[in-house]
């Protein structure tokens, strides 16, 4: 191949591409990264859909820069929208009323830029949920973990300060209660929202500020981590599921060029058809409706966006009263114990592949991924972690749940207070049981083959139902898996065994003691041996 | 089947083929029409609030739907409030958008079909007015012709915060709630806020006069007449439908096209 690159090209591509090399040396870079190989899997292209999905945004955003004024000084209002007309409002409002009613494309371009938004924060969590329960997180993947958990973190930032930024009532709401958060700080709060906001809340500076890290500081630290999280995959190469001829030193799929690149392209546009579709249907974040923001209406139902609706639920299931006066500070424990228990669970997720790696003290590169069966302790705390984080989110909306399913509020409440107890209780249990059973009957398959529904009688009158053996292909997928036995408690070089070394021991225990151990070929053969007796 | 009607027409000779279907839709439109014009008749019907006539027909209708909780002389008992003094509006407003007769004790009388003929309405709207002064039913010119954008700010800083900012109605405490104000008529707008029905406050006339009043009424029309520039709305309930949209549609598309993508040809 690399023959044919360097010499006697033909027509405008193959001498474009020549003279690029002869200057470049590119061929090289183009060889090796169009060779990459991708497996073929709809999970795996969850994280193409949040790409591409950073790419709408960029370019309906860079759009909506043109018009938008990043400005809180009172304007009254003379465009063409009739029930504001004559009202006073920030410039930032006027101009995003502007956009959405006086510039051509402007109130799809601004929805676009929106519902690319909330898939874009979608699919980073539907992409981490895949990503986690195949534990594709494990060595030597574990950072970049970290840099995708980064990448969730400041994708949740983009959106908060982007809705913020129209300066309509829905966003100065959402502000004020980022402001009482602060505020609830011990000592510092206070001096802290003032400099934020410049002053008194909400101040006049604080839509500026929102929009220099909107679309500089935050887009480029997001890029930055962007390249290196796709890097990581390239240097890693792509994880794939198990199944006949996957192994942990080779990656099966197509070759990025032509195949792959090719399905990736076409899919580009598929998401952006879906947004665009989404945008020119159904209508996002109508802040006409909303009016500019004063700081004394409330609306009924007010939310965040869905990714920070966690968040909003943390502070609606806190009772009420856990104030404390101390040292002449009032210390607000239902603001403080609902923040703290967001960054613990945040710390949670991030530190998760390493906790599990510390815990099963696998030192091993994995490049196939678990199915989720087959790590039942694993698969488990996901489930709490997705039950916990559900509970919390469905609390940001208890007000509709009250209305629309016609029950209270406060049972609403209640209710859900009691399940981000018990909840992840009940769901790490069934899980872990439901994967259990799914192993036990996975064993069962492997070693007895399938029922084949044919009933024969025996010459002794008995009944027995024929089993057939799986071929070689389907029960690949069934036996290879890690077989993780508890950690052994053994005395370290110096004799001595330490609390830290307990303790691991006990969380090793915990998650492996209930476990089915893969059938092994010998137990295979022995069990054939004994169907043909 | 077509067929056999103009096989059957031709034999007999006395009907077109499609002479069916323009009789039923004559029957229809006719009745269709009857209805409209009667509905729209007694809506409009005026009476006389103040002839004794009147009120001794709604003394009786009183005494036989609603003396049970509101009491023989309308003092009240501890089923239900005194009803001295609340004036026609209220009477209009309760009984004229279902609410009562209430169907159960719960925490708020929820609206339901009308139980009563607009003539029995303001019957009996006439007798509790005859009762004690209070808030009587506003007049068309009451209702017309208010400054759209006013009445948006006002809507916004006193009604929003629990019927929320679209009018989509919100939750209160204990089962009680603020309803959804789409499909309201103008009318019973003014009397919610001028006599503060259920749970809500009373907004009289020192508070909202009544040209600002109108102007809500105004703001409420211009957004019913005034579907949203930018598509559906998804019942106007702000970012939770929004994100409910994106996860079921948005995200659910997407992996549906995902996994058609990836799919082998078989």
């Given at each position: 191949m690399s023959t044919v690159a360097t010499n006697q090209q033909t027509g405008f591509v193959g001498k474009a591409s020549n003279y690029l090399d002869e200057r470049t040396s590119i061929s090289g870079a183009v060889k090796e990264f169009g060779r990459k190989i991708f497996p073929d899997?709809?999970?795996?292209?969850l994280g193409e859909v949040a790409l591409y999905s950073f790419v709408i945004i960029l370019l309906s955003g860079s759009f909506l820069t043109f018009f938008f004024q990043a400005s809180m000084d009172v304007v009254t209002y003379t465009g063409s929208?009739?029930?504001?007309?004559?009202i006073e409002m920030s410039a930032a409002m006027s101009s995003t009323l502007d956009i959405s009613?006086?510039?051509?494309g402007g109130l799809l371009m601004r929805q676009i830029h929106h519902w690319a938004a909330l898939l874009f924060v979608a699919a980073i969590g539907l992409h981490m949920l895949r990503v986690f329960f195949t534990g594709a997180f494990r060595k030597p993947r574990e950072l970049n973990w970290s840099i995708g958990f980064v990448l969730f973190v400041l994708a949740m930032a983009e959106g908060f300060t982007g809705y913020s930024l129209p300066d309509d009532l829905l966003s100065g709401n959402g502000l004020r209660i980022i402001d009482g958060m602060v505020n609830?700080?011990?000592?510092v709060g206070t001096w802290i929202t003032f400099l934020l906001f410049g002053g008194?809340?909400?101040?006049?500076d604080i839509v500026g500020r929102l929009y220099t890290l909107h679309i500089l500081l935050l887009p480029a630290i997001l890029l930055i981590f962007i390249v290196l999280h796709l890097m990581f995959v390239i240097i890693h190469k792509h994880t794939q599921y198990p199944?006949?001829?996957?192994?942990?030193n080779n990656v099966v799929g197509f070759p990025i060029l032509p195949v792959y690149a090719a399905k990736a392209g076409g899919f580009f546009f598929i998401v952006f058809g879906v947004v665009a579709l989404m945008a020119s249907l159904v209508t996002i974040n109508p802040i006409w409706v909303y009016g500019p923001y004063d700081p004394s209406p409330v609306s009924a139902g007010t939310q965040p966006d869905w990714y920070i609706g966690f968040a909003d639920g943390a502070l609606r299931l806190i009772p009420p009263h856990l104030e404390t006066v101390w040292l002449g500070y009032v210390w607000s424990w239902n603001i403080l114990i609902p923040i703290l228990i967001l960054l613990v669970f945040l710390a949670a997720v991030f530190a998760y592949p390493f906790i599990e790696a510390w815990v099963t003290g696998d030192k091993r590169e994995h490049h196939l991924l678990d199915r989720p069966r087959n790590a039942p302790a694993r698969t488990a705390i996901g489930a709490a972690g997705v039950t916990f984080y559900a509970v919390l989110w469905a609390a940001a909306s208890s007000d509709i749940i009250a209305t629309h399913f016609k029950v209270t509020m406060e049972g609403v409440i209640n209710t859900l207070q009691i399940l981000l107890i018990l909840g992840p209780i009940i769901a790490f249990a069934v899980t872990k049981r439901v994967c259990l059973a799914l192993q036990k009957k996975d064993r069962t398959m492997a070693l007895?083959?399938?029922?084949?529904?044919r009933i024969v009688r025996m010459p002794g009158g008995e009944y027995i139902e024929v089993h057939q053996q799986l071929d070689e292909y389907d029960r690949w997928k069934l036996v290879s898996f890690n077989d993780n036995a508890p950690l052994m408690l053994r005395p370290n070089p110096k004799g001595k065994i330490t609390g830290g070394m307990r303790a691991r021991a006990r969380l090793s225990r915990w998650f492996f003691e209930d476990r089915i151990a893969p059938v092994t070929p010998t137990e295979h053969a022995l069990e054939l041996e004994q169907s043909h007796h | 089947m077509r067929n056999k009607t103009s096989r059957s027409a031709r034999r007999s000779?006395?009907?077109?083929?499609?002479a069916s279907i323009v009789l039923i839709a004559l029957g229809l439109a006719a009745t269709g029409g009857a209805y409209v014009a009667f509905s729209s008749v007694s809506a409009t019907?005026?009476?006389?609030?103040?002839?004794p006539a009147v009120i001794d027909e709604g003394s009786k209708l009183f005494a036989a739907n609603?003396?049970?909780?509101?009491g023989m002389q309308a003092q009240g008992t501890a089923n239900g409030p005194s009803l001295?003094?609340?004036g026609s509006a209220a009477v209009d407003f309760q009984v004229g958008t279902g609410?009562?007769?209430?169907q159960a004790q719960g925490p708020q009388a929820l609206k339901k079909p009308?139980?009563?003929?607009a003539e029995q309405t303001s019957a009996l709207a006439a007798y509790v007015s005859s009762l004690a002064p209070g808030p009587s039913i506003p007049t068309q010119t009451q209702l017309e012709n208010g400054n759209v954008s006013n009445g948006g700010e006002l809507f916004r800083i006193?009604?929003?915060?629990?019927?929320n900012v679209a009018g989509a109605g919100g939750a209160l405490t204990e089962g009680k709630f603020a309803p959804?104000?789409?499909?309201?008529a103008a009318v019973h707008v003014y009397e919610a806020m001028l006599?503060?029905?259920?749970n809500m406050p009373v907004f009289n006339d020192l508070n909202l006069t009544p040209d600002e009043k109108k102007d809500i009424i105004a703001y409420l029309a211009y957004n019913e007449a005034n579907p949203s520039p930018g598509g559906?709305?998804?019942?106007?309930?702000?970012?939770v439908s929004e994100g409910l949209f994106l996860w079921i549609f948005g995200l659910g598309s997407i992996v549906a096209l995902t996994v058609w993508i990836t799919a082998k040809s078989n």
């Open positions: 899997h709809w999970s795996f292209l929208y009739v029930p504001l007309k004559g009613f006086d510039l051509r609830a700080v011990p000592v008194e809340f909400p101040g006049s199944g006949p001829g996957k192994t942990e007895h083959g399938f029922e084949t529904g | 000779g006395r009907r077109g083929p499609l019907a005026s009476i006389d609030l103040s002839s609603c003396a049970t909780c509101h001295i003094g609340v609410r009562m007769p209430m009308v139980q009563f003929t006193n009604c929003a915060m629990c019927h959804v104000l789409k499909g309201v006599t503060g029905p259920q559906l709305e998804l019942g106007s309930l702000g970012p």
